[in-house]
C-alpha cells in the first residue's frame, strides 16, 4: 500500500493509492498540532478521545491495506479544526470539549483555519470520489466507553451510523448482529444530527455509505486492530457484493 500527501504541507492528508469500489474516510485520524498553533492545553490532552479518534486511524490503514481500497486520513487534530463539521458549525474551532477548555482556540482565526486544513481534506475526498466512483464509502471513526463529563456507560462494541441513505447501514447492522456483536444502530450518537462528511461526499453523489463507530478500547491495540479488521474487511466486501447490480442487468 503506498501513502501519499498531495499537497505541499505535511498538515494535508494522507491518501492511499488503492483502487477498488470501497472509499475509506478516517476524520480523526490525527492528534497533531501544527506548527504556529498553540491550543494552550496540557500535552496529555493530546491522547485523549477529544483530540483524537483512539485506533481509528490505524484500523483504517489496516483496511485500506487489506482490501487494497483508497483511503483518506486527516493529519491534523480535531482540537484544531474538526472536519466532521460543516464550516458554519459552531463547534468547528472548539473551545470546550467533553469538559475541557480549550483556551488557544478562543478567538481563533477561522478562516485561516479552514483554508489551510479543512478545504484541502475535503478537496481531497471529493477529488477520489470523483476519479474512483466508489460504490461504497465508509467512514471510520472510534468513541469512548463512557463520556469524561458523565452520561450512561456505552455498552456497544460498535455502531453503525446513517442519515437518509440506509441502503448500506443495514446491511452493516445485519452482518454485525449476525455474527453476535451488539450493534449500535445510530449510536452511540445519530448520523441524522451528525453525518457532515458523508453527507457532502456520499449522499450528495448518491453513493452508499456509513460511519463505523468502534469503541476506543476494542482498538487501543495493535491486536484489537488486527481484531476488527479481520471482522470489518469482509463485511465491507459482502455489502459492495449486496449493494452492486447483478451481472449482464446493464445497470
Not at 481534506?121 to 469512548?144: D, G, K, M, N, W
Not at 448518491?206 to 488486527?226: K, L, T
Request: charged share 20%; net charge negative.
Amino acid at each position: 500500500m503506498t501513502w501519499s500527501l498531495p499537497f505541499a504541507s505535511p498538515a494535508d492528508p494522507q491518501v492511499s493509492a488503492g483502487t477498488g469500489p470501497i472509499l475509506l474516510l478516517c476524520d480523526h485520524a490525527s492528534n497533531a498540532v501544527p506548527d504556529g498553533i498553540d491550543l494552550g492545553i496540557e500535552a496529555d490532552l493530546l491522547d485523549r478521545h477529544i483530540a483524537i479518534d483512539i485506533g481509528a486511524g490505524d484500523l483504517t490503514r489496516e483496511l485500506a491495506a487489506r482490501l487494497g481500497a483508497p483511503a483518506v486520513l486527516a493529519t491534523v487534530s480535531r482540537l484544531v479544526i474538526d472536519f466532521h463539521r460543516p464550516p458554519d458549525h459552531s463547534g468547528l474551532i472548539p473551545t470546550v470539549s467533553d469538559g475541557h477548555v480549550i483556551p488557544g482556540n478562543i478567538g481563533a482565526d477561522r478562516h485561516d483555519r479552514i483554508t489551510r486544513f479543512h478545504a484541502p481534506y475535503h478537496r481531497t475526498i471529493a477529488e477520489l470520489v470523483r476519479t474512483t466512483r466508489p460504490t461504497l464509502i465508509a467512514a471510520i471513526h472510534s468513541f469512548t466507553p463512557a463520556l469524561e463529563t458523565g452520561g450512561a456507560p456505552r455498552p456497544w462494541p460498535v455502531g453503525i451510523l446513517y442519515n437518509r441513505d440506509t441502503r448500506a447501514a443495514r446491511l452493516a447492522i445485519e452482518l454485525l448482529r449476525a455474527q453476535g456483536f451488539e450493534t449500535g444502530d445510530n449510536e452511540p450518537y445519530s448520523g441524522r444530527q451528525l453525518n457532515m462528511t458523508l453527507n457532502r461526499h456520499a449522499e450528495a453523489s448518491g453513493i452508499a455509505s456509513f460511519a463505523i463507530e468502534v469503541r476506543n478500547d476494542g482498538i487501543e491495540s495493535p491486536q484489537g486492530v488486527a481484531k476488527w479488521a479481520d471482522i470489518l474487511a469482509p463485511m465491507l466486501l459482502a455489502i459492495v457484493a449486496r449493494l452492486a447490480p447483478p451481472a449482464g442487468t446493464g445497470l
